[in-house]
Antibody
């Protein structure tokens, strides 16, 4: 069964860092197009970052230079390193996999940036 | 980036009503349009992918159509479990974009 489980969220101070993980099962992360999407409290969905199977990475302008997407084949896990966090980064972060023309989402992990 | 404009933002309807939600894109694209249902505290649930393909397990009262710059989600007969927020999403480019959402409320 295909499963995506995010972790690593929590409370962090402005200017701080956090690394989110997305553990995958039932498929190989490095062979798939993987994405991070976030949703601020009471708001809509915002695409954050993506990594192609070939390794190319892409970022939304709002996070470029602060966030880094990566993956670890040995752990079959996707990551999002988030630096220089601000209150505007407070959101639930979802990882997603695109396959067979569909996007499969995890349950999300909450990141709260506050002093 | 392709901008998605979803309407209406709120919709009041009764059980049994036929409901239509529309998404308009800032530029034309083909096929890669999805619809999601989201309830509070839950992740988005895929309803429709590739414009008109029904996700496995989703009731047949949900349908999607459209092409170019205009896409629609139709619920043929609204059920109590359908009161939720719905989002469209284009994934024709690596920068996915979403509609602003439509909250379907009980009339």
């Amino acid at each position: 069964e295909v499963q995506l489980v995010e972790s690593g969220g929590g409370l962090v101070q402005p200017g701080g860092s956090l690394r989110l993980s997305c553990a995958a099962s039932g498929f190989t992360v490095s062979n798939n197009y993987m994405t991070w999407v976030r949703q601020a409290p009471g708001k809509g969905l915002e695409w954050v970052s993506a990594i192609y199977s070939g390794g190319s990475t892409y970022y939304a302008d709002s996070v470029k230079g602060r966030f880094t997407i990566s993956r670890d084949s040995s752990k079959n896990t996707l990551y999002l390193q988030m630096d220089s966090l601000t209150a505007e980064d407070t959101a639930v972060y979802y990882c997603a996999r695109t396959a067979d023309g569909k996007n499969y989402w995890g349950q999300g992990t909450l990141v709260t940036v506050s002093s | 980036d392709i901008q998605m404009t979803q309407s209406p933002s709120t919709l009041s309807a009764s059980v049994g009503d036929r409901v239509t939600i529309t998404c308009r894109a800032s530029q034309s694209f083909s096929t890669w349009l999805a619809w999601y249902q989201q309830k509070p505290g839950k992740p988005p649930k895929l309803l429709i992918y590739k414009t008109s393909s029904l996700e496995s397990g989703v009731p047949s009262r949900f349908s999607g159509s459209g092409s170019g710059t205009e896409f629609t989600l139709t619920i043929s007969s609204l059920q109590p479990d359908d009161f939720a927020t719905y989002y469209c999403q284009q994934y024709s480019t690596y920068t996915w974009t979403f509609g602003q959402g439509t909250k379907v409320e009980i009339k």
